[in-house]
């Protein structure tokens, strides 16, 4: 079992539509990252982090650490959103901490 | 443009064959990562390279060898792959290998072993 799971799998909305991706996560991490992959692999980091919620442009990213839960909120979503959305959490500290990473959202938003 | 570069971008090799996979950062970072996605399954970290000593190896085969001669530089040495080493191999590059660390990811070598 992977110690991240992300939800939905798939998500398909119409553009201007706001979307939610959730991962949660079962055991203690010391950040987590979120990462968008474009068709072709280019991977890009969108956000790291280890508490409360950050913000950039229309995309805001939320954690819950007792919870063991974040989403990725995208507001009024665009055709450019279309990519593979990636939760990866960080386990341990410094030297040797691990990173594991969630399956993946495929969002696709249609004009 | 992230800044990480990986070459070459696609690579067809043969299970008997050798191939190295490079990585170049011009970001000034201090610590490398080779990652793994193969189809369908998450994203897997392979290597993790601090001020050119390796500080991570994650249960990785021996058919896959890195390198990392100084902070800019990362390969990857394949040697006797198999084919369910298909897989996009990715590269990252962040300041340092601590956990505040933000990464910044080249676009990846999809490598097909037949």
């Known amino acids: 079992k992977n110690e991240v799971e992300q939800s939905p799998q798939n998500l398909t909305a119409q553009e201007g539509e706001f979307i939610t991706i959730n991962c949660s996560y079962s055991?203690?991490?010391?950040?987590l990252h979120w990462l968008q992959q474009h068709p072709g692999g280019g991977i890009v980091s969108l956000f790291m982090?280890?508490?409360?919620?950050k913000k950039h442009g229309r995309l805001i990213a939320t954690i819950n650490i007792q919870e063991k839960h974040s989403s990725l909120h995208i507001t009024a979503s665009h055709p450019r959103d279309s990519a593979v959305y990636i939760c990866?959490?960080?386990?341990?500290w410094g030297f040797g901490n691990v990173l594991h990473c969630g399956s993946g959202t495929q969002v696709i938003v249609l004009p | 443009e992230t800044g990480v570069t990986q070459t070459p971008r696609h690579l067809v090799m043969g299970m008997t064959n050798k191939k190295s996979l490079k990585c170049e950062q011009h970001l000034g970072h201090n610590a490398m990562y080779w990652y793994k996605q193969s189809a369908k399954k998450p994203l897997e970290l392979m290597f993790v390279y601090n001020f050119k000593e390796q500080t991570e190896n994650n249960s990785v085969p021996s058919r896959f060898s890195p390198e990392c001669p100084n902070s800019s530089h990362l390969f990857l040495h394949l040697h006797t792959l198999q084919p369910e080493d298909s897989a996009l191999y990715l590269c990252a590059s962040s300041p340092t290998d601590a956990v505040s660390s933000e990464q910044y990811f080249g676009p990846g070598t999809r490598l097909t072993v037949t």
């Open positions: 982090l280890s508490s409360g919620k």
């Open positions: 990866a959490v960080r386990i341990g």
């Open positions: 055991v203690g991490i010391s950040a």
